[in-house]
């Protein structure tokens, strides 16, 4: 399996920014997708994931902010991140269950 992140930055406070990972090397409809995020010192975490159906469930912290999605057309799973907080900084992975490879992640730094 093969997993793209793209569409980090520097973002402010309160704006939005829209993470995409692009997946390929399995049968993408069939797996639940995740993002996970690692803030500069901290563990790897899991923030947003969504079945196969299209159902997600999210970590306390980004509920009602971030909202993921997934095109199985275009094999993409996306994180839209609303209202921004500086604890939001870190690198931000995507990652298919039951499957151990870790993509190239993509840094949002959120700044107040």
């Known amino acids: 399996v093969q997993l793209q992140a793209s569409g980090g930055g520097l973002v402010q406070a309160g704006g939005s920014l829209r993470l995409s990972c692009k997946v390929s090397?399995?049968?993408?409809?069939?797996?639940?997708m995740a993002w996970y995020r690692q803030a500069p010192g901290k563990p790897r975490e899991l923030i947003a994931q969504i079945t196969s159906g299209g159902s997600a469930n999210y970590t306390d912290s980004v509920k009602g902010r971030f909202t993921i999605s997934r095109d199985n057309i275009r094999r993409t799973v996306f994180l839209q991140m609303n209202d921004p907080k500086p604890e939001d900084t870190g690198v931000y992975y995507c990652?298919?269950?039951?499957?151990?490879?870790w993509g190239r992640g993509t840094l949002v730094t959120v700044s107040s």
């Open positions: 090397g399995i049968n993408f409809r069939l797996f639940l």
């Open positions: 990652k298919a269950r039951g499957r151990t490879t």
